[in-house]
């Protein structure tokens, strides 16, 4: 199916326990981009991707790793879990040759706990 | 840097009523403004966009207007329905060196009560 999916749509772990979230896009749109969504903060941008083997860092990044060997894949790495971790997290893409106007097309999200 | 500013919910209306949801940004230059809706359990969908000045942005009878003067990107709606409940995100997003990265206002949540 055509869109942009996450993998596990839940997820509890421990603490310490690493865990990674999976991104795929099926556009390939160039752009991708995690964001952890928390009570009060709204979205907060913790790693983008402008293309395949390019990453940079955003707003939150301390505690995440991310990857992007393939343009349709972003996975999202937490090395040891922390439980101020605990969020929803989500990804997006966006196809920036279409102008300033265009948005991003997001996932259904991933809701993790850490105890 | 870029900021986003929207007025704290949750804002509950009975059906019919008007709609406003009030959006203010800091940003150098000019940058495009957007309304996300999320609706439970889901993720964000674009609702509305607007890439320059004085340009309205509309769609499902919302509607906002960018305003450069104010800083302002108010949503509005003339009469809300139940099924318009939902978190709603004020997003601005400024090609800064490339990143492309939309930042997001806090949200604000409206219930619609019949």
């Known amino acids: 199916d055509a869109g942009i999916t996450q993998s596990p749509r839940y997820k509890i772990t421990e603490t310490g326990r690493q865990v990674t979230l999976m991104c795929h896009q099926t556009?390939?749109?160039?752009?991708m981009f995690w964001y952890r969504q928390d009570l009060g903060h709204g979205l907060r941008l913790i790693y983008y991707s402008a293309a395949a083997d390019i990453t940079d860092k955003g707003e939150v990044p301390d505690g995440y790793v991310v990857s992007r060997s393939k343009t349709e894949n972003f996975p999202l790495t937490l090395e040891s879990a922390t439980r101020s971790q605990t969020s929803v997290y989500f990804c997006?893409?966006?196809?920036?040759?279409?102008?300033?106007?265009?948005?991003?097309?997001f996932g259904s999200g991933t809701r993790l706990t850490v105890v | 840097g870029n900021s986003v500013t929207q007025m704290e919910g949750p804002v509950t209306l009975s059906e019919e009523a008007f709609l406003t949801i009030n959006c203010t940004y800091t940003?150098?230059?000019?940058?495009?403004l957007f309304w996300y809706v999320q609706y439970p359990g889901e993720g964000l969908q674009l609702l509305l966009k607007?890439?320059?000045?004085?340009d309205k942005g509309s769609n499902k009878g919302f509607e906002a207007t960018y305003r450069k003067e104010t800083t302002s990107f108010h949503l509005e709606k003339g009469s809300v329905q139940v099924s318009d409940s939902a978190v709603y995100f004020c997003?601005?997003?400024?090609?800064?060196?490339?990143?492309?990265?939309?930042?997001f206002g806090s949200g604000t949540r409206l219930q619609v009560q019949p």
């Open positions: 607007a890439t320059k000045a004085d």
């Open positions: 997006a893409s966006s196809d920036p040759d279409r102008g300033r106007g265009y948005g991003y097309t």
């Open positions: 940003a150098t230059g000019y940058p495009s």
């Open positions: 556009w390939s749109h160039s752009y």
């Open positions: 997003a601005l997003r400024w090609v800064d060196t490339g990143r492309r990265a939309l930042t």
